[in-house]
């Protein structure tokens, strides 16, 4: 940090990047300074495009340049558990790319490493950094809706227009068990919905879900109907469907959600993320038998990747833990995997056996 600011390096360029790069250009305590891919010329290219003034084809290279304060491990699943620990062993602070893992033994091994060093680790989760859901979060710590009850989280996933296209190479990865785990539905877009579950009820103790996609050996788990109970007594449950001649309004992905959350006075809603699909305002709170409504918030969901990155070197400044930590992505990691082994088995899974 020779000019007060935290230089970042991005492990893998692909499509996720062009939004984590969101994060680096009004950023007071942190700069984006280098870039490694593996794929010819690309790490060059983004580069350039980014304003860093490094790049490599090999990100070990990355790890051992000395003016590189952090990284952000942006790659394939399967990846997670190698390149993070030869990040954290490299003496790097750490922000890794969600799901934290494939296996509940590999985000363990990952956040074990994490706690013998004396660098920053988190795993990221833009969700947690969405204004509407940290509006609803900052409504029902001062309580708003009294003491929660119960959480419903919808997801449809349709035909965008004029959002992000994947390419198909990164889908292959992810259909693929060994390189991007198993039920992507469940797993890889699932952690977004199991860590803002915990976000605002905390940890889940037992799961139940019935889900579908069959391809084979593996299924993608949509649509799926995921029931849970928290620690702390709650309930929850979690619908997903696909719906592809459903037109989803988005700049991003073509998916959209809304939750609602059920106390003891009162419910809110927080009625998109990815896209816009209701066009409705972003949050909404019925209590005392009346309806108010919340818009004074950004909604963009690329904002969330802004803040995100946000959080992250404004931690290392400033010492402290941001969103998630290796423990709590450990159990997000499990809720998941839960979920997709109830599923599979057709029985009620508690996180303990996981």
Known sequence: MSNGRVKVGFIGAGTISQLHVLGYKDNSTGELAAVADVAPGVAEQRATQWGADRWYSDHRELLADPDIDAVEILLPHHLHLPVALEAIAAGKHVSLQ???AITVDEGRQIAAAAKKSDKIFRVVENYRTYEPYMRAKAMIEAGEIGDPLTIRVMMV???GKGGIVTPESAQVWRNDIARGGPAQSILDYGY???SIVMYFLGEVDRVHAMA???????FDGIPAVIS???TSGQFGNWNMVAAPDLMVRTKYYPLDEWIEITGTRGIIWINRCTGDMLGR???EMYRDGEMRAYSDMETDWGDSFRLAAHAFTGAIVNGTQPELDG???VHALAFSLAAVKSAVEGREVTIAEM
């Open 281 to 283: 305002p972003p949050v």
């Open 192 to 194: 977004h919905i199991t």
């Open 228 to 230: 849970w109970q928290h």
């Open 327 to 329: 423990d709590e992505a």
């Open 98 to 100: 969600k799901p934290m």
């Open 157 to 159: 996933r349709g035909n």
């Open 212 to 218: 579908g996609g069959s391809d084979g050996d593996n």
